[in-house]
């Protein structure tokens, strides 16, 4: 069966700094391209970064970008997020999911989704 685990989440300080991991089982994880996404205050889920199949190319959601980084240990078929100088609108639970395709900033591209992990930011 299909699987995407996250973990890695916890409460912070507005400053800190704080990386995710999702584990991905029963596909072909170094097939596809991989997203995090994060959902907030009952708003629809944004686009926080994405990578192609191997991890060569990069994208990420502008209120986030120079400040998150995403990369990827197929190997170990593990996708991470590593996150600096977190800020309090950064908080929500975060998501990572599967696309087939080559990666997007929409969701209704991915196939496959984790059930998140809480990352909440104090002032």
């Known amino acids: 069966q299909v699987q995407l685990v996250e973990s890695g989440g916890g409460l912070v300080q507005a400053g800190d700094s704080l990386t995710l991991s999702c584990v991905g089982s029963?596909?072909?994880?170094?097939?596809?391209?991989m997203g995090w996404f994060r959902q907030s205050r009952g708003k629809e889920g944004v686009f926080v970064a994405g990578t192609n199949w191997n991890g060569a190319s990069t994208f990420y959601g502008r209120s986030v970008k120079g400040r998150f980084f995403i990369s990827r240990d197929n190997a170990k078929n593990t996708l991470y997020l590593t996150m600096r100088n977190l800020k309090p609108e950064d908080a929500g639970i975060y998501y990572c999911a599967a696309d087939s395709g080559s990666g997007s900033s929409s969701g209704e591209e991915y196939e496959y989704w984790g059930q998140g992990t809480q990352v909440t930011v104090s002032s």
């Open positions: 029963g596909f072909t994880f170094g097939t596809y391209a």
